[in-house]
T-cell receptor, first 114, second 113 residues
Framework: AQSVTQLGSHVSVSEGALVLLRCNYS??????LFWYVQYPNQGLQLLLK??????LVKGINGFEAEFKKSETSFHLTKPSAHMSDAAEYFC????????????FGKGTLLTVNP | KAGVTQTPRYLIKTRGQQVTLSCSPI?????VSWYQQTPGQGLQFLFE???????NKGNFPGRFSGRQFSNSRSEMNVSTLELGDSALYLC????????????FGPGTRLLVL
């Protein structure tokens, strides 16, 4: 079975500050990992994904995440927060093979203060 | 390319009724998945279809069903609606070349009164 834990249901940062959203996963096989963002009344938009290869993954809007197998983590970071980053962020895992589903964390609501 | 489209966007039903939601995937995508999003349970996988066949199913009662057509469009049906079925229902499509990215539609917000 696979699972995702997002530490912190709500994170608040100042504009221009570092954004760090934490994600830990559990998977019995090498995972595929994703970060999605959801703005109010919208669907999910892919920020970035890790499948294989380079463990530091760069995504859209200046976000990046690092896959750390030893820590079973896939934390999302952005050096400088912008007001437009305020949204809910979801980490998800897929175990590949015939398991055609994403298992999501509970989400982290990011607030950016001026 | 047009994105994933879902209709209707909003729906109000009463307990005991049934509802059908529709999803049109991105052109060329043959895999369609459905998820339920609620404040309490978060995002939960309902089922996934590929080439008109259900390949994977989440832990939901039999009142939740789906199907996929030959053009990859998909519908999900919920019979005998309960108050707890109020949720945002999201559809996602992918190419199914290995574990490719799932692209999500805007969702259908269902309110059961």
């Amino acid at each position: 079975a696979q699972s995702v834990t997002q530490l912190g249901s709500h994170v608040s940062v100042s504009e221009g500050a570092l954004v760090l959203l934490r994600c830990n996963y559990s998977s019995s096989v090498p995972p595929y990992l994703f970060w999605y963002v959801q703005y109010p009344n919208q669907g999910l938009q892919l920020l970035l994904k890790y499948t294989t290869g380079a463990t530091l993954v760069k995504g859209i809007n200046g976000f990046e995440a690092e896959f750390k197998k030893s820590e079973t983590s896939f934390h999302l970071t952005k050096p400088s927060a912008h007001m437009s980053d305020a949204a809910e962020y979801f980490c998800a895992v897929s175990s590949g093979g015939s398991n055609y589903k994403l298992t999501f964390g509970k989400g982290t609501l990011l607030t950016v203060n001026p | 390319k047009a994105g994933v489209t879902q209709t209707p966007r909003y729906l109000i039903k009463t307990r005991g009724q049934q509802v059908t939601l529709s999803c049109s995937p991105i052109s060329g995508h043959r895999s369609v998945s459905w998820y339920q999003q609620t404040p309490g349970q978060g995002l939960q996988f309902l089922f996934e279809y590929f080439s008109e066949t259900q390949r994977n199913k989440g832990n939901f009662p039999g009142r939740f069903s789906g199907r996929q057509f030959s053009n990859s469009r998909s519908e999900m049906n919920v019979s005998t609606l309960e108050l707890g079925d109020s949720a945002l229902y999201l559809c996602a499509s992918s190419t199914d070349r290995g574990q490719e990215t799932q692209y999500f539609g805007p969702g259908t917000r269902l309110l059961v009164l």
